[in-house]
């Protein structure tokens, strides 16, 4: 069964602080891995998208990793600011015309001053 | 970057009536829109794929004749909850890809509808 798990599920940090979120899969077969992040009542924004290729990607103060040999993925920020308390989500695509998304849970993030 | 729609953001119905929700993607054609169901908490679960000018399809579980789905344009579909019920509550969120992306597409999510049914 196609499944992402994410951890940990809620993280509170301080502001400018650091922090690692994780995202494991079992999704075959693997297309690309997408990161968003979703406010409290808006629909969720892409971070990241990664294929098989590729085992880094950044954008801004967001960086995503990914092991395809491991399915693991996990989504570094930098400098945490009081805007990115949201809940972020990993998303995996399978390939081939049924093609399909599969989200996980969400790690909802809390930065605080 | 590309932007997707929705109509309203928010919806109060009494039991019984039926609310429409409209998705549009603004700057791009979609022939594909996807309608997804998220509970206070809980992932985004697909409900149903709208396709332009033919029948949306359901996932396992989804009831067609109580999500009626119409994709009538390349830039709008529309999700209308049927004699909705408490049940129905929920946040409601399209999303549409715009065309030959490839492996690299990226699915646009609208802002999201929340849908309480009194």
């Known amino acids: 069964k196609n499944q992402v798990e994410q951890s940990p599920q809620s993280l509170i940090i301080l502001e400018g602080k650091n922090c690692t979120l994780q995202c494991n899969y079992t999704v075959s077969p693997f297309s690309n891995l997408r990161w968003y992040k979703q406010d409290t009542g808006r629909g969720p924004v892409s971070l990241t998208i990664?294929?098989?290729?590729?085992n880094t990607k950044s954008n801004g103060r967001y960086t995503a990793t990914l092991d395809a040999d491991t399915k693991q993925s996990s989504l570094h920020i930098t400098a945490s600011q009081l805007s990115d308390s949201a809940s972020y989500i990993c998303?995996?695509?399978?390939?081939?015309?049924?093609?399909?998304?599969?989200f996980g849970t969400g790690t909802r993030l809390q930065v605080t001053l | 970057g590309a932007v997707v729609s929705q109509h309203p953001s928010r919806v109060i119905c009494k039991s019984g009536t039926s609310v429409k929700i409209e998705c549009r993607s603004l700057d791009f054609q979609a022939t594909t829109m996807f309608w997804y169901r998220q509970f206070p908490k809980k992932s985004l679960m697909l409900m149903a794929t709208s396709n332009e000018g033919s029948k949306a399809t359901y996932e396992q579980g989804v009831e067609k004749d109580k999500f009626l789905i119409n994709h009538a344009s390349l830039t709008l579909s529309t999700l209308t909850v049927t004699s909705a019920h408490p049940e129905d509550s929920s946040f409601y969120i399209c999303s549409a890809s715009p065309p030959f992306g490839g492996v690299q597409e990226t699915q646009y999510f609208g802002p999201g509808t929340r849908l309480l049914v009194l």
């Open positions: 998303v995996v695509r399978t390939t081939g015309t049924a093609s399909k998304l599969t």
């Open positions: 990664m294929t098989f290729s590729e």
